[in-house]
């Protein structure tokens, strides 16, 4: 079975402070994925990445960056938190092979600004 | 550009009867189409996915997903409801001549199955 694991089920953090979640798949998936979970709004694609060092924007890139060093390990920056980054952030993988498109997902980072 | 739209917010069905999640999708070629479930405080999980051959495909715990050409539709259904299904339902969509291996979510529908 696939497994995402994310650094830290529940954060919380002050205004202006620099964050870092981390994750971590174990298939060799070639591609992985930072998305944020509100209400309402379901899940929107901050940044991906699609090989090692290589980096994405997706729909909503603003205040974060995103690093992936290694093909296994995608971290997420939030250069200086604001309470508008209060959200779930989940991260996802999947294969590069062709029809293998389905994303595995981690249990999800549950962030609070405060 | 490709979209998804879950029309239901939620959806309540009584156990034992049969359920369907609705889904619309939009995009400029052909698509693959999938379905996840998400329980309280966890991750996406895996359910199901369309991505050529038999419009009836079938996935986890008993759900099947009928996807439907000219409606441009992926109706998520199971024959007989349990309490346990209960949860948050997400379609996702991508365009086959997309070049990169992103998904499009839909808002999601909270299934709630009553005793």
């Known amino acids: 079975d696939v497994k995402v694991t994310q650094s830290s089920r529940y954060l919380v953090k002050r205004t202006g402070e620099k964050v870092f979640l981390e994750c971590v798949q174990d298939?060799?998936?070639?591609?992985m994925f930072w998305y944020r979970q509100d209400p309402g709004l379901g899940l929107r694609l901050i940044y991906f990445?699609?090989?090692?060092?290589?980096?994405e924007k997706g729909d909503i890139p603003e205040g974060y960056s995103v690093s992936r060093e290694k093909k296994e390990r995608f971290s997420l920056i939030l250069e200086s938190a604001s309470t508008n980054q209060t959200s779930m952030y989940l991260c996802?993988?999947?294969?590069?092979?062709?029809?293998?498109?389905?994303?595995?997902f981690g249990p999800g980072t549950r962030l609070t600004v405060t | 550009a490709q979209s998804v739209a879950q029309p239901e917010d939620q959806v309540n069905v009584a156990e034992g009867n049969p359920l369907t999640v609705k889904c619309t999708y939009s995009?400029?070629?052909?698509?693959?189409l999938f379905w996840y479930v998400q329980y309280p405080n966890r991750g996406l999980q895996f359910l199901l996915k369309?991505?050529?051959?038999?419009?009836l495909v079938k996935g986890s715990y008993g759900f099947e997903a009928e996807f439907n050409k000219s409606q441009t539709s992926f109706h998520l259904k199971k024959p007989s409801a349990l309490v346990s299904d209960s949860a948050l339902y997400f379609c996702a969509v991508r365009d086959q001549n997309s070049g990169y291996s992103t998904l499009t979510f839909g808002k999601g529908t909270m299934l709630l199955v009553s005793p």
């Open positions: 995009v400029s070629g052909n698509p693959y």
């Open positions: 369309y991505i050529t051959g038999d419009n």
């Open positions: 990445s699609y090989d090692v060092k290589m980096k």
């Open positions: 298939m060799d998936h070639e591609n």
């Open positions: 996802a993988s999947s294969s590069g092979q062709a029809e293998s498109y389905e994303q595995y």
